[in-house]
């Protein structure tokens, strides 16, 4: 099993011989100067990304820190010039990397004077900054975007009813100028979403304005390289101190605040930008001229949210939109065990690169026989010993080897995965989703995905990926642990939705019989007269033809009553689309026709047109549906003159309401909590879990459910919002 | 041998099913009128001929059953059939005792409907012709003076001219010419005749 993956080691030591005995004749220079000091986030994210993109031995590698956040002004920057006019006298600088803006600026004034044409390239620069202007030739730029927009939509996503926005940002000229974009972006962004900018004010005056926000606020943290005492901050200090002590929700476009305990944003990845910066510089050193002021566009804006934070301000996990990363996600069996898994990962990672280097010195020394005897047994141990199924790949899509409950939970025997292209795993639908084999080697992360089984069968899986650096080439350590059991209970949740609706329907079958026999009735009827017409030659064409009319509505109608019992009978498939509230509740109202006759239930009904919402139509009858028979319950013992049943659709901003009030007996105050827990019931026969699948259904439609006791009278309103679907 | 007077009520919530139902009975050469509601109904009223209603059990403000009692309690003597889509055994034994004709489950087949809807006319009409009677005596009982009352309560009891007299301390012969007009008033040609109208009034005839 392990030949494959010892050889290619072999073979990467091998192919990276020669250009070690060649480094120092070739070795190239490379200077990356920063605008800020090292320990703001988006620099070691920066450098990091671009080393990696860079990563072989044939490039010197340097990084001077200009910092002038703190020492701004004309004679800080001279000074700066002075120095590195000093120190870097004595070598030939290939390519200059300027990080952001004061960096470029700082290049282009200085190039002429300290390094005069050589190559520039401008990383993570504001695209305002390069738009509309003609950069020396020479000069080349990969543009960055603070995309405030998506992560406002992804506030409001995550809290449908905020209706205020505070902007918070520095006085530092990057604050100033992230902040007015900020400020921009949530002009008019969405109808209802005041917004309110802070700044020019200390740290700690932040945290008292934060303090004071009311519930349907959120916070958008822009940025603080500087406060307004003129106090240096660093971005994950202040992100942590804001997030411990705000009441609502922070978000933000820096990865590091989300680390930190920020809830998300559209994160900005310095990291991606540092790795787009290296296939520029790649190519600069490779003597190819610089395509213009922008070499390569913005890289994307990933939407990461951190789950913990979810928990601490009670957003629903289920409004989290599908495409977003997650930090401290947790799950089940693989929470349990992540701290271990990942722990031995970072073992095998080490061990992985021991191993790399140790072959590429025993390959020098032309003992390569030894070197390989070593490697397999330390990678033997260390994969096989895992709990988890893991698999290593190499550049070319190949998996090099595979341990134990790999092969097992992949269905292949023992040994039968190595050698095997990666593809073979993965289901052809998903492949392109996936992005090829080189795609595994991209970053560390975390996706879902299904894998095929040897027998074409397909598990639902959750794949870690972990390039592993040997300094020579890459492969990619693949952990996959079986997300089956999630499935399954995600299977269980809607096993039980339909038995609750079957429950449900069975409460009202008498009615149902009485909503069918009324066409039945009529069908009947018409068509007797007509045959008795017929017999005594009394009816003329036109009564028949009214008759067979009459008929076939009927007919349709009988239909429509099935059709919404089989809709309600369904089970499984919960596809979204979009769907007219109003309808929903003439639906289910239809069905419950002959019920509210039978209980003396009088309904009113103020249903607005063109309320559309994204949700699975059998899921939102159930929930009206559910909240109509808890409405006829709760009414039950009042007289019959007392019952009635208001029914209210109504658009809200980005919302819309549906709204079920009741004149029944109500609920104890101390009880409105609860309603919609598990097993809560008042029912002698009832589950109690009618209004808590109610809850995970519109959860899961990014909504939210509520009761309110009514302002006049008796009675519970039970209030539905859900997100208003556009377009 | 149907009456030409007789007309069916049809009272359904359910327009579709009214309409239908007026064919049918049309089609078996009956007059009908339909009412979306018992008091679109009571508000039709009164009504005179002979006929009967035709029923639904569920229905919006005043149900079937409610309707019903209300119709005996204001003395509206129309035989009434009960069509319902949801026929559950009380509701059905409680209509039969108050009276109805039948309790039919839709759909329901023509000939039973129709069955049960010529029994409601007929059990109407004897029922409106046994009141037509009986208002007829009692018409005729308001003409009679006290004393020719008196007189005719002993005749009915059989008794004989002279025990009247002696029980009324009046002449025999005035007691003839009571019993005379009484038979006349009463239009009646026999004391048989007398008693069965009498019966018919409801007057006390045993002693």
């Known amino acids: 099993m392990l030949r494959a993956a010892v050889s290619l080691l072999l073979v990467l030591a091998g192919a990276a011989g020669p250009a070690l005995a060649q480094a120092p004749a070739a070795a190239r220079t490379v200077l990356v100067l920063s605008s800020e000091r090292s320990d703001l986030p988006s620099v070691p994210d920066f450098d990091r990304g671009l080393r990696q993109g860079l990563a072989g031995p044939d490039i010197d590698y340097f990084i001077e820190y200009l910092d002038f956040g703190r020492f701004p002004g004309g004679a800080q920057a001279q000074a700066m010039a002075r120095y590195l006019r000093e120190r870097y006298a004595g070598r030939t600088v290939d390519v200059l990397v300027a990080f952001q803006e004061s960096a470029l600026e700082f290049v282009l004034a200085q190039r002429g004077a300290l390094f005069p044409g050589v190559p520039v390239v401008g990383a993570g620069v504001e695209r305002q900054s390069v738009d509309g202007r003609t950069l020396p030739s020479g000069v080349t730029t990969i543009p960055v975007i603070y995309d405030y927009r998506r992560t406002l939509e992804l506030a409001l996503r995550l809290q449908p009813k905020a209706s205020e926005v505070l902007i918070v940002h520095g006085v ?25 900018v802070l700044t020019g ?21 822009v940025s603080m390289v500087r406060d307004a005492e003129g ?75 951190n789950w913990r934070a979810l928990e601490k301000w009670n957003i629903p996990p289920q409004r989290v939109p599908a495409e977003a990363q997650t930090l401290f996600r947790e799950l089940g069996v693989w929470e349990a065990h992540r701290d271990f898994v990942l722990a031995t990962l970072a073992a095998v990672l080490v061990q992985a690169a021991l191993i790399a280097g140790l072959v590429v010195q025993l390959r020098r020394r032309q003992s390569a026989e030894a070197a390989a005897r070593q490697a397999e047994a330390t990678l033997r141990l260390a994969v096989d010993a895992l709990p988890i199924a ?15 409950p790999a092969d097992k939970l992949l269905g292949y025997g023992e040994g039968g995965l190595a050698g095997r292209p990666l593809d073979r795993l993965i289901p052809e639908r998903l492949r392109s989703a996936f992005g090829g084999p080189g795609d595994v080697f991209m970053t560390a992360s975390k996706r879902e995905l299904a894998a095929r089984r040897k027998d074409g069968s397909e598990i639902p899986v959750e794949i870690v990926l972990n390039p592993i650096e040997s300094g020579i080439q890459r492969l990619a350590l693949v952990a996959i642990v079986d997300q089956s059991a999630r499935h399954e209970l995600q299977r269980k949740q809607q096993e039980l939705e339909h038995i609750t609706r079957v429950a449900t329907m069975g409460q009202i079958a008498a009615s149902l019989a009485h909503e069918l026999s009324q066409p039945l009735a009529a069908i009947l009827a018409n068509s007797q007269a007509g045959l008795r017409f017929l017999k005594s030659g009394k009816g003329d064409l036109e009564e028949l033809r009214a008759i067979l009319q009459d008929v076939v509505e009927d007919d349709k109608r009988a239909g429509e009553v099935v059709d919404a019992l089989r809709s309600m009978l369904r089970r499984g498939k919960t596809e979204s689309a979009r769907l007219d509230a109003a309808l929903v509740v003439r639906d289910v109202l239809a069905l419950l026709h002959s019920e509210l006759i039978a209980q003396q239930v009088e309904v009113t009904t103020a249903l607005a047109p063109g309320c559309l919402t994204l949700a ?34 109504a658009r809200g901003e980005r919302t819309v309401r549906i709204e079920v009030r009741d004149s029944g007996v109500g609920i104890p105050p101390d009880e409105l909590g609860k309603v919609f827990d598990a097993f809560w019931t008042t029912k002698s026969s009832g589950m109690g879990m009618g209004l808590a699948i109610c809850r995970s259904i519109v959860g899961g439609c990014g909504g939210d459910i509520e009761v309110t006791p009514n302002r006049q009278g008796p009675g519970v309103t039970f209030a539905v919002t859900l997100p208003c679907a556009t377009g | 041998m149907n009456p030409p007077m007789a007309r069916v009520f049809i009272i359904d919530d359910d327009p579709r099913v009214r309409r239908a139902l007026g064919r049918l009975f049309r089609s078996a050469g009956r007059e009908t009128e339909a009412f979306a509601s018992a008091r679109d109904f009571l508000a039709r009223l009164p009504y005179d001929g002979s006929g009967c209603v035709v029923l639904d059990v569920n229905m919006p403000e005043m149900t079937g059953p409610q309707l019903h009692e209300l119709m005996a309690q204001q003395g509206i003597g129309l035989s009434i059939v009960f069509l319902t889509g949801q026929g559950d055994v009380p509701t059905g034994v409680q209509a039969m005792k108050r009276g109805a004709v039948d ?105």
């Not at chain 1, 530092?172 to 309110?196: I, K, N």
């Not at chain 1, 893991?390 to 134990?404: E, R, S, W």
């Not at chain 2, 019993?179 to 018919?200: D, I, P």
């Open chain 1, 201 to 221: 004010v200390p740290l700690a005056g932040v945290e008292e304005a934060v303090q004071r926000l009311p519930g349907n606020a959120f916070v958008l943290l």
């Open chain 1, 616 to 649: 699975n139509k059998t899921q939102m009858e159930q929930v009206v549906l559910n909240l109509v028979m808890n409405a006829l319950d709760a009414m039950r013992p009042r007289p019959a003159d007392e019952r009635w049943l208001h029914i209210e659709v």
């Open chain 1, 172 to 196: 530092a000229d990057y604050d100033r100028r992230r902040g007015e974009e900020a400020r921009q972006a949530a002009a008019g962004f969405a109808p209802g979403l005041a917004s309110r």
């Open chain 2, 103 to 207: 309790f039919l489950t839709k759909p329901v087949d023509d000939e039973t409907l129709l069955r049960a809807v010529e029994e409601a006319i007929a059990r109407h009409a004897a029922t409106n012709a046994r009141r037509k009677a009986r208002e007829a005596v009692a018409a005729r009982l308001a003409l009679l003076s006290e004393r020719e009352r008196q007189v005719m309560h002993h005749v009915i009891r059989g008794r004989l001219n002279k025990q009247i007299a002696a029980e009324l301390q009046i002449a025999l012969k005035t007691v003839k010419v009571h019993r005379g007009r009484v038979m006349e008033k009463m239009a009646c040609a026999s004391v048989a005749e007398l008693v069965q109208a009498c019966q018919l009034a409801g007057v006390e005839i045993t002693q």
């Open chain 1, 231 to 305: 106090k240096a901050l660093v971005g994950q200090d202040y992100a942590a101190r804001l997030s411990a002590v705000s009441p609502v929700p922070i978000y933000g476009t820096f990865g590091s605040h989300v680390e930190r305990g920020t809830l998300g944003g559209a994160i900005t990845d310095f990291g991606e930008i540092g790795r787009a910066t290296a296939t520029v510089v790649a190519a600069a050193l490779a003597g190819k001229p610089a395509p213009g002021s922008i070499a390569v566009e913005v890289p994307e804006t990933p939407l990461r949210v």
């Open chain 1, 390 to 404: 893991v698999i290593m790949v190499n550049q070319g899509g190949v998996i090099v080897f595979a341990n134990p």
